[in-house]
């Protein structure tokens, strides 16, 4: 059989066209989806602002030295609609993040989840059980 | 068909390789069930770019000949993320796959060649969407969520004192398949200019947290309805300004020369039978979610709902110095009682828009 193969396209510029908007910003003008990594540090300062909350942490590289990482998430509503509450997340809580990095290569990471030293996870704004917030 | 790959660069290509090769092993065996005489099929799996084979999504893909305009159609497989369109005569087929999530973005490829009998197979890249798979702010998933748990909305259609339907309620549209939603019929100078747009990445006014549709009943995100006889005030939340208030008592729209063309336009509205008519006009030509239009852009949304747990809207848009005919698409919202609108102010700490370096102007 003789194998052939369709072409990927930027598809997110083809798209643009007159589909509403479904989301509040396009990550992936910022965030680079070939560059996935992990990052381990201490929270320094969370953010809950919109339009998307955000928190920093302090990283040590592989030379020792500490950088602070800024850690971007999804907006409070949908945090806070999902298993998020406003104590989530405390400055000096040590957490994994998993995500992708900033294209211009700068300490940014916008998480696809958050994992904290006592082995509990959070998804940066989905999970299965949706919380009231009436 | 020769080989071509997509302008999505070298980042996915060797990964693409390597998968198409343990694929061949993986299909050969199965490709004689594509082939019926002289019709040939397409098949093959959605890859994000991860090397992930996507399951779990709502996809369908659509293979359209360019020559008679027939569309066969097959949804993929849940379980499995494979797809397969058999029947298809010789010809020259457009692709297209959208998925409806802010997670992966449409795949769309046109003038595929298939020869007479010819089986086309391979996985096939999905590019991240809007949210560059990070399951934050996937309102898709967020819709389906808060409507998994409006529990029981069964029941007749509630109605006001004067017998109208009432159409108050909390609402999460339910997105569609963009396969569902035709493109925009421009003219040419428009389509130059919406190529232009999409160039300089300037096409997505949400970036800089301003509107994001002219009729945000379009937006899949929680709406509220709250109707009285004289006026309907809609609220919709994730998006600026997030209300609109729809006049139902009988008023025109204002003399084009006592109205600044607005984002929102000015929306009046009147019941045919059991359907609220809602005619909006005086929209500003950068206004969102109907590509490149001019101040002409009028728009109508029928809406109606049939029962306590459902909206039907009928969205037709027309701008006769833009485009070449009218366009629209029809959508449901389901009621989600459970719910409620909560504050967004977008600008607060928009960072986003530093890092598009530009500002926006919504013309090129």
């Known amino acids: ?134 | 068909m020769e080989e071509r790959l997509g302008s999505r660069g070298g980042e996915y290509m060797s990964a693409f390789i390597r998968r198409l090769a343990a694929l061949a092993v993986l299909l050969a065996s199965a490709g004689a069930s594509l082939a019926q005489g002289s019709l040939g099929g397409i098949a093959g799996r959605l890859v994000d770019p991860n090397g992930a084979v996507i399951v779990n999504v709502d996809a369908t893909i659509y293979v359209k000949n360019t020559a008679t305009g027939e569309i066969k159609s097959t949804p993929l497989s849940k379980a499995t993320g494979e797809f397969i369109v058999t029947g298809l005569k010789a010809g020259v087929y457009d692709v297209n796959i959208p998925i409806s999530s802010a997670m992966y973005s449409t795949f769309e490829q046109k003038s595929v060649t298939l020869k007479a009998g010819e089986n086309m197979r391979g996985d096939i890249n999905i590019a991240w969407g809007m949210n560059l798979g990070t399951i934050g702010d996937d309102p898709t998933m967020l819709g389906a969520d808060m409507r998994k748990r409006a529990g029981d909305v069964s029941g007749s259609t509630p109605r006001m004192a004067d017998g109208k339907p009432d159409l108050s309620g909390m609402w999460y549209v339910i997105p569609l398949d963009r396969g569902a939603i035709p493109p925009v019929p421009m003219q040419k100078w428009a389509d130059d200019m919406q190529k232009q747009l999409n160039k300089i990445n300037q096409q997505y006014a949400a970036v800089y947290c301003l509107p994001q549709s002219a009729v945000p009943t379009s937006l899949p995100f929680p709406h509220k309805f709250v109707q009285t006889k004289d006026l309907l005030v809609h609220i919709t939340e994730f998006t600026t300004p997030g209300y609109r208030q729809i006049f139902l008592d009988g008023r025109p729209h204002p003399p084009a020369n006592e109205w600044n063309p607005a984002w929102m336009g000015h929306s009046v509205g009147h019941w045919e039978g059991d359907t609220l008519v809602i005619d909006t006009a005086g929209f500003n030509e950068i206004t969102q979610g109907f590509g490149v239009h001019t101040e002409k852009l009028h728009v109508i949304e029928r809406i109606s709902r049939p029962n306590r747990g459902l909206l039907e809207i009928e969205m037709t848009a027309t701008d006769p110095d833009a485009w070449t005919g009218a366009w629209g698409y029809k959508y449901t919202a389901g009621l989600t009682p459970n719910e409620e609108i909560l504050e967004f102010v977008c600008p607060e700490n928009n960072l986003d828009v530093l890092h598009n370096g530009q500002p926006w102007r919504g013309r090129p």
Do not use: C
């Open chain 1, 1 to 134: 059989m003789k194998m052939h193969r369709l072409r990927a396209l930027a598809a997110t510029l083809l798209v643009a066209v007159a589909v509403p908007a479904i989301a509040h910003h396009s990550f992936v003008a910022q965030y680079d989806p070939a560059k996935p990594a992990t990052r381990t540090g201490k929270v320094t300062k969370v953010e809950w602002t919109n339009p998307h909350a955000r928190f920093y942490m302090d990283v040590a590289g592989a030379d020792g030295k500490v950088g602070n990482w800024h850690v971007e998430l999804g907006s409070p509503n949908t945090l806070l609609r999902y298993a998020w509450k406003r104590d989530t997340l405390k400055v000096g809580d040590e957490v994994t993040v998993e995500g992708f990095l900033a294209r211009d290569g700068s300490d940014l990471i916008n998480a696809k989840t958050v994992k904290f030293k006592d082995g509990r996870e959070v998804n940066a704004g989905s999970s299965s059980d949706l919380t009231d917030t009436r």
